[in-house]
């Protein structure tokens, strides 16, 4: 059985990769394990997927850090704004968020899916599901590709498996062996964009509060006599849960307690009102305690944070509500600021790969050659999408990189 090009997984980059590689010419065939292709997709985003973010390429290789430098190449491919009239095309009319986030304004992923589907079929790329690949290797000029069913001889081979995030999805990590095999470092895979897990009941209680605006760092306490050490810092809303803490500030910090080798010598240290300095928030406080006058502590909340979290402030500070407020002394008030602005839990760990919408680690990067997707070790072998050891924050840079890579690889097969 021989074909031009061989796809690997038929998740967003290789849906988008098999049906340009095919527009563009190739005999195409794109192997998928599950029954249907484009699970995750359809659970992405809260079933509403968010295709990438109201930016430019500059912006998306900026949210990335350092390593989004390795993205340049595919965003001059495909950018945002190309990305956008791509699905605009294929009758997904998208909205941006006031988070700068960019959905289907029907609000339904299944349209997203459906659009790459309809891209696919044009093209005429062939469609070939239940059929996981079990090994990848390189035979003289071509590759061969080992399914459950035949063996495969492919001119060049495009790998977008992803990687082990949302496992029930069918991303179970399968290529990192033949990867391996084939002589490419795999950086360690860790869940990133995954709710923590935390040590404090009094977390637990607030469950379904959600904070707005909450300034959230984690911090490695120090070794040795030195300093404290801020591995990751974020800030936005954030969400009370029965195991801990999510919402986009926990999940975008969570990748540095799931990349650390002892995530229990680690705490959250949280500020609820960071739009305000710390002499602001003792003043806030010293203005509402003069306007309760008599009136018991019990109800003061500060700025608009929910009763429920500015009573459970209260209490961790030593505050007993049935105090008048005059009657609280200087501690006391120092104490509750210090909880607003510098609010320490516990962490325990992560919800791991079950629960975490992207994978950190992958093909290291410095192994693929970014202005193509090719390989440096094995020709005619290509990558894009989440095999790689790229992972961005939330808000839809990653299926933004997913999208840019594959289209640049398919140019390149």
């Given at each position: ?11 967003a980059?290789g849906?988008?990769?098999?049906a340009?590689?095919a ?5 195409v065939w ?5 029954a249907?292709?484009?699970?995750k997709i ?6 509403r ?5 109201n ?5 998306i ?7 989004g ?8 491919a495909l ?12 009758g997904?009319?998208?909205k941006v968020?006031?988070t700068g986030?960019?959905f289907p304004?029907?609000?339904?992923a299944?349209?997203v899916?459906?659009?790459l589907?309809a891209?696919?079929r044009?093209s005429g ?8 690949v079990?090994?990848l290797?390189?035979?003289d000029?071509?590759?061969l590709?080992?399914t459950n069913r035949?063996t495969i001889?492919a001119?060049?081979?495009i790998v977008?498996?992803?990687g082990?995030s949302?496992?029930g999805?069918?991303t179970?990590?399968?290529a990192y062996?033949?990867?391996a ?5 795999i950086?360690p895979?860790?869940p ?10 009094w977390?637990?209680?607030?469950s ?7 300034l959230?760092k ?5 070794t040795?006599?030195g300093?404290?050490?801020v591995l990751?810092?974020?800030r936005g ?5 029965h195991?801990?803490l ?8 969570s990748r ?6 002892e995530?229990?010598r680690?705490h959250?240290?949280?500020d609820?009102?960071?739009a305000?300095?710390?002499p602001a928030?003792a003043?806030?406080l010293?203005t ?7 009136r ?5 909340a500060?700025?608009d ?7 459970q ?5 030593g505050?007993d509500p049935?105090t008048?407020a ?11 600021v ?8 516990p962490?325990?760990g ?5 629960k975490?919408e992207?994978?950190a680690?992958?093909v ?6 970014s202005r ?5 070790l094995v020709?005619g072998?290509?990558?894009a999408g989440e ?6 924050p939330?808000g839809?840079y990653?299926?933004?990189?997913a999208?840019?890579?594959a289209?640049?690889a398919a140019?390149?097969?």
């Amino acid at each position: 059985m021989v074909c031009d090009v061989a796809v690997l997984g038929a998740g967003a980059a290789g849906l988008l990769a098999a049906a340009r590689a095919a527009e563009l010419g190739r005999r195409v065939w794109l192997l998928e394990k599950n029954a249907r292709p484009g699970v995750k997709i359809l659970m992405s985003g809260g079933t509403r997927c968010n295709v990438t973010h109201n930016t430019d390429a500059r912006g998306i290789v900026a949210a990335y850090g350092p390593p989004g430098r390795f993205l340049h190449s595919a965003l001059a491919a495909l950018g945002p704004r190309a990305l956008r009239a791509l699905f605009e095309a294929e009758g997904v009319p998208l909205k941006v968020e006031s988070t700068g986030k960019v959905f289907p304004v029907s609000d339904r992923a299944s349209d997203v899916l459906d659009a790459l589907l309809a891209r696919l079929r044009r093209s005429g790329a062939e469609l070939f599901t239940e059929e996981p690949v079990v090994n990848l290797m390189r035979n003289d000029s071509r590759l061969l590709i080992e399914t459950n069913r035949r063996t495969i001889e492919a001119e060049k081979v495009i790998v977008t498996t992803g990687g082990k995030s949302y496992p029930g999805s069918g991303t179970t990590g399968d290529a990192y062996a033949w990867l391996a095999a084939m002589g490419h470092t795999i950086v360690p895979p860790r869940p990133a964009l995954t709710p923590i897990t935390v040590d404090a009941p009094w977390v637990k209680e607030l469950s379904g509060v959600t904070i707005p605006d909450a300034l959230l760092k984690v911090i490695e306490p120090p070794t040795n006599g030195g300093k404290p050490k801020v591995l990751a810092e974020r800030r936005g809303s954030l969400l009370f849960t029965h195991f801990g803490l999510s919402g986009p500030v926990a999940l975008d910090v969570s990748r540095a307690i799931s990349g650390h080798a002892e995530p229990r010598r680690l705490h959250l240290e949280c500020d609820f009102l960071p739009a305000l300095k710390e002499p602001a928030v003792a003043e806030l406080l010293e203005t509402e305690l003069r306007a309760s006058g008599k009136r018991l502590v019990g109800g003061i909340a500060l700025g608009d944070l929910p009763k429920r979290l500015a009573e459970q402030l209260a209490r961790l500070a030593g505050v007993d509500p049935h105090t008048k407020a005059g009657e609280l002394s200087k501690l006391l008030r120092s104490a509750w600021v210090q909880w607003h602005k510098r609010c320490r839990i516990p962490v325990t760990g992560t919800r791991g790969f079950g629960k975490a919408e992207v994978t950190a680690g992958g093909v290291a990067l410095n192994e693929v050659d970014s202005r193509s997707m090719e390989s440096r070790l094995v020709p005619g072998l290509f990558l894009a999408g989440e095999v790689l050891d790229l992972d961005g924050p939330i808000g839809g840079y990653n299926f933004q990189a997913a999208f840019s890579t594959a289209w640049l690889a398919a140019e390149h097969v």
